[in-house]
């Protein structure tokens, strides 16, 4: 029996973007009919011959026939609230999972996904909605990916590590065994993160130590201390 090809929407259409429709034609289970993007200068252009042809959600809400949205924002926070957006409209989100990346099939992904082309997920491993394991990254055993974290190109996850809701593991960086990066923290490319790293705390260096703090925040956590201020 022959399965129908999911018609998807890709929103973004930036450098991130590109790599996300990159990724998608490259299946052979789904068609991408259209770009969404934010800024109407590039209405009607198209990224490898996908139109970009939607600014926000309002159209699609009107009667385009999609059966999902893949969110390719490479920065944690704006994607959280495509991704946000997108569900309280009722519309389904898409995972983009480039054919050549090694996904084991006792992992488990949640929705809003992307693992991008050579990328590698052993078993055990949880992904949370809308996070992001980039090109060539490496994700051991038993990870535990947070909500819209993201793992750079060619960055390694021993087994056992926990990244905590929009924390940054950056290109190359190395985490051995069972640490934690908490959420909202960052590490910098190349590191060698050999402790835990502390929440909205940013490391660095070979071994990793603390060089700064990371204060960015979800736009909605910072709509609910407005209000508890008020």
Not at 9 to 34: E, F, M, P, S
Not at 167 to 173: C, N, Q, W
Not at 191 to 218: D, Y
Request: hydrophobic content about 40%; charged content about 20%; aromatic content about 4%.
């Amino acid at each position: 029996m022959r399965h129908r090809r999911q018609k998807l929407i890709v929103w973004g259409a930036g450098g991130h973007g590109k790599v996300v429709v990159d990724t998608l034609l490259a299946r052979n289970d789904c068609d991408v009919i259209g770009i969404i993007d934010d800024d109407r200068s590039k209405m009607g252009k198209s990224i490898f011959g996908v139109p970009i042809r939607f600014c926000g959600l309002g159209e699609i809400l009107q009667g385009v026939s999609c059966d999902g949205i893949a969110v390719a924002i490479g920065d944690n926070y704006a994607r959280h609230e495509k991704l946000h957006e997108i569900k309280k409209c009722g519309l389904k989100l898409a995972n983009a999972i480039h054919p050549s990346a090694h996904i084991s099939p006792f992992a488990e992904l949640g929705e809003g996904v992307t693992i991008l082309a050579g990328a590698i997920v052993n078993p055990g491993t949880i992904i949370e909605d809308g996070a992001c394991v980039n090109t060539a990254a490496s994700v051991d055993h038993d990870n535990l990916l947070g909500q819209c974290c993201h793992i750079f190109p060619n960055a390694t996850l021993a087994g056992g590590v926990r990244v905590g809701d929009f924390a940054y593991v950056g290109s190359g960086a190395v985490v051995i065994p069972n640490l934690v990066i908490h959420k909202y923290s960052y590490v910098g490319a190349g590191a060698a993160v050999t402790k835990t790293v502390a929440e909205g705390v940013i490391v660095g260096g070979v071994p990793a130590v603390p060089i700064g703090r990371q204060v960015r925040r979800p736009l909605s956590q910072q709509r609910g201390a407005a209000y508890a201020e008020n």
